[in-house]
């Protein structure tokens, strides 16, 4: 049996599949469509520090090999999270990585000292610093170098658990931010979060989303995904979690040769929940098929014409 | 319990025109069917141009098969109007609530649907057919060419069309309405298009008739994970899964409101 364990900082995980923010709710909604003590882990929807509404709708709609979606950091709040969701993992048996958003500095050390305050299964945060969609989602930070270096610096000093920082595409060079994520303490950094985009319906002469924009995710963005973390991997010495677009083994596996040492699927979710379970399983068999006796033997081993 | 499974096609076929009805074998998801108002979410697309389910309404489910009514609409519908018998369909279901009230002995319903809406109106007839029930049923279109029923309104059943070409010329509010005022402990059962729907809710709310609306919205998981269907409601209590009071999740919280929970845009 190959091996696919995976490191990230000081955490190992049985393999590397993640399953997105945003797109498994908080870990704990759907237990009879799957079984998610075989993902390598759970990445929950961004948790604020107080409960969002979300936006208003339309919130998402279809587009070629992808989706658009404005939903608008909805969720219960940290305070709620801590409460009712995270006593809940001790039973789920699969390593959970909580995602934090927020729109200042104080509010995203605020909501770490919150659950870090409390006891939990909890095995890292990710740091979303790059929705699309809503001012509080952090984008401010996530297309600056300076305020990202200096929010990772704060986070940093308040855990000692996996600091995760996930960056936006919607930036003119990622490594630069991804290099001051590393330079503020981060352990990893996850890309990419949404693109911009948007969708016209002609007939009606309006726009699909209410909010205008939303953040384009799916097959569609799967090239961005990938150029994204190869160049994160040549300038940037810190594991990379690539996402955007894998919708099976073969995706997975391209963004590991591109320098991912996990990986997550986010949309493929919402068309089957199990998705991740199938990419584990594909992995699982493109090891063995091509005598990779370690899967993270394949990280950044992308032959380039260069 | 929400199942995934292939349903294999049993029959495909346009009962009006750009109306079709598609009988699959289903037994996983017809052995946890609750009732009418419950959908399904459908995959025609085995590749990924199309990547997000459809959802659609039961029309109907006799042991085993189960039935829905679709409109061509774009490029997922004509795909799915292709389907022959013994093809496989990816179906995630049953999703949602279902209407209630309806089998009350108190009760007189009446049932509006139109368009695609006509699927869990068809449903909550033959419900209504099977325990006994006389249900008026009330169809709007724009035309006679997309009626797959017959005007009958000895049996309660009355079609209206914009253009006057079958049943009564006008929309489906000027019988509603008549009926409405004609029979005592009315219950309003509808499913349609936007406007339709928010002729009934405003004539019920005026006239004081229980109401329930069986909404649309996008969708890409129906299974609450995505939070994208949400819907906006006056109801400060009732979203149990949207984690928040001013919106309500259709997958998991509808498809079917009272009328007094739904506002539209």
Redesign the interface.
Known sequence: MPDLTTSIGNTTFQNPVFVAS????YGL??P??VDVSKFGAIVT?SITRH????N???????T????I?S?GL???GVEKYVREMVPNYEKIGVPIIMNIAGSVEEEYCEILDIVESVSSNIVGYEINISCPNVKEGGIEFGVDPLLTEALTSALRKRTEKLLILKLSPNVTDIRVIANAAVNGGADSVSAINTVYGMSIDSMARKSEIYTTYGGLS??AIKPIGLACVHKVFNAVDCPIIGIGGI?DSADAIEYLLAGASAIQVG????????AGLSIVEGMESYCSKHKISHITDLIGKVKTHE | MIVIENASVITNTEIASGIWQLEVESPQICSEYAGPGQFISLLTDNGWEHPLRRPMSIAGVNGSQLTIIYKIFGDVTILLSQMKKGDLLNFLGPVGNTFSGWDNADVNPILIGGGVGLAPILNLKKACDDNNRDAAIIIGARTGSEHSMKHDPDNSIFLTTDDGSVGEKGTVMPVLERLANDMKNVMLFACGPEPMLKAVQSFAVSAGILTQLSVESYMACGIGLCQGCAIETPNTNGSKHSYHEQFSLVCMDGPVYPASEVTFA
């Open positions: 945003g797109t498994f709710g909604e759907n009879d469509l929807k409960p969002r509404e979300g208003p709708p339309p919130r998402i709609v279809e070629p090999s992808g989706m979606n939903i909805a969720n219960i799916g097959p919708t949309t493929a979710n919402y068309r089957n929940p199990a």
